[in-house]
C-alpha cells in the first residue's frame, strides 16, 4: 500500500469514527436524562409526604427542591442558571466533532445530559416558564442534597479531565 493509500484510508476511518460521535454522546445525554427523570419522578411520587427512606449508612432519600444552583446558591436565579446552561449545553454540543476520544465522547454526553435533566426541571417544574426548581434527594446527611443529573454532570467532568489528561501525556510521548 503507498504512503497516499494508507493516508486516504486513515482519513476514511477516521472520518467513520467521528460521523457516529455525536450520535453516541446523544445518546449517552438521552439515557442519562431519561434516568434522571424517572429517579426525580419517584422522589417526588414517593417522598413527597415528607418521610426519608433510610438506604443504607448516612445515605438517604430526601426529598428536597433548588432553586438555585449547587449547594444551595444562586437562590431564585433560575432563568440565569437555565440560560448558561443552555449555552453550555449548546457549546459542548459544538464540540462533539472535533474529539476522537471514546471517553471524551462518554464524558461530554455524560454532562449534556446532567445539565438537560437539570434543565428540564428549571423549564417544567414550576408554574412560571423556566422558575422551576431542581429535585433533589440524595442526602448523605453530611453533603449537600443532590441527583441523578448532578452525579451525571460531575462523573461526565472527572472523564473529560481524565480524558484530556490522557490525550495530553499522548501528545508529549510523540
Given at each position: 500500500?503507498?504512503?497516499?493509500?494508507?493516508?486516504?484510508?486513515?482519513?476514511?476511518?477516521?472520518?467513520?469514527?467521528?460521523?457516529?460521535?455525536?450520535?453516541?454522546?446523544?445518546?449517552?445525554?438521552?439515557?442519562?436524562?431519561?434516568?434522571?427523570?424517572?429517579?426525580?419522578?419517584?422522589?417526588?411520587?414517593?417522598?413527597?409526604?415528607?418521610?426519608?427512606?433510610?438506604?443504607?449508612?448516612?445515605?438517604?432519600?430526601?426529598?428536597?427542591?433548588?432553586?438555585?444552583?449547587?449547594?444551595?446558591?444562586?437562590?431564585?436565579?433560575?432563568?440565569?442558571?437555565?440560560?448558561?446552561?443552555?449555552?453550555?449545553?449548546?457549546?459542548?454540543?459544538?464540540?462533539?466533532?472535533?474529539?476522537?476520544?471514546?471517553?471524551?465522547?462518554?464524558?461530554?454526553?455524560?454532562?449534556?445530559?446532567?445539565?438537560?435533566?437539570?434543565?428540564?426541571?428549571?423549564?417544567?417544574?414550576?408554574?412560571?416558564?423556566?422558575?422551576?426548581?431542581?429535585?433533589?434527594?440524595?442526602?448523605?446527611?453530611?453533603?449537600?442534597?443532590?441527583?441523578?443529573a448532578d452525579i451525571c454532570i460531575n462523573v461526565g467532568g472527572a472523564l473529560l479531565v481524565v480524558s484530556y489528561l490522557r490525550s495530553s501525556s499522548t501528545?508529549?510521548?510523540?
Open positions: 500500500m503507498t504512503d497516499a493509500s494508507s493516508s486516504r484510508t486513515k482519513r476514511g476511518m477516521v472520518r467513520h469514527r467521528l460521523r457516529n460521535v455525536p450520535a453516541l454522546s446523544i445518546l449517552v445525554a438521552l439515557v442519562a436524562v431519561l434516568f434522571d427523570q424517572v429517579s426525580k419522578q419517584w422522589a417526588v411520587s414517593h417522598l413527597s409526604d415528607g418521610h426519608v427512606d433510610h438506604v443504607i449508612w448516612t445515605l438517604q432519600f430526601n426529598l428536597s427542591f433548588n432553586s438555585g444552583m449547587a449547594f444551595g446558591q444562586a437562590q431564585d436565579w433560575g432563568p440565569v442558571i437555565a440560560v448558561a446552561a443552555t449555552v453550555i449545553i449548546v457549546g459542548f454540543v459544538l464540540t462533539l466533532r472535533r474529539t476522537d476520544s471514546r471517553l471524551s465522547v462518554l464524558a461530554v454526553g455524560l454532562i449534556i445530559g446532567g445539565a438537560l435533566g437539570n434543565l428540564v426541571d428549571r423549564l417544567f417544574r414550576n408554574e412560571a416558564w423556566l422558575r422551576g426548581r431542581v429535585v433533589d434527594f440524595i442526602d448523605f446527611q453530611w453533603f449537600p442534597i443532590f441527583n441523578v501528545v508529549e510521548a510523540t
